[in-house]
């Protein structure tokens, strides 16, 4: 079964000022270096591009070329597959059952559970705790 990344992690490895940096980074290039299949969803990588060249969330946010770049590098490494919501998505998506209605900051959480379910990922790395209620998953925060 493939893994995935989630954007935090990915926000990480760019942040060379954060603490966490060279381990997500480290995590990055191993997933990039393969052998194993890494899946990686648009959603993450546009998050990850929202994020890292936003100027309210960094005080010196990544130029959009150097950041496009990033993701150029993961959308090039032979060990990694690109997918997107396809179209059995909304079906999975309506079939998770965290207790409660999902909703607010939970949307996106469960799109990524949902194109995880739906393109055969069982493991996620994440910093993000709220992906611990989703059955049929596994998280792994590699920066603890």
Known sequence: MSSTVDANILVYASNE???EHARAKHLVDELVAGPALTTLFWPVLLSYLRI????RIFQ???PPDVAASAIDRLVSAPSVQIVG????F???YRSI???QAIRG???PDAAIVAMMTTHGVGTIYTRDRGFRRFD???VIDPLR
Do not use: K, Q, S, Y
């Open 17 to 19: 000022l954060a603490a």
């Open 97 to 99: 059952d965290i207790g």
């Open 60 to 62: 010196r946010p990544l």
């Open 52 to 55: 890292v060249t936003h100027p």
């Open 136 to 138: 049929g998953i596994r």
């Open 85 to 88: 919501e396809g179209p059995t």
């Open 90 to 92: 909304w079906t999975a």
């Open 105 to 107: 900051n939970d949307v």
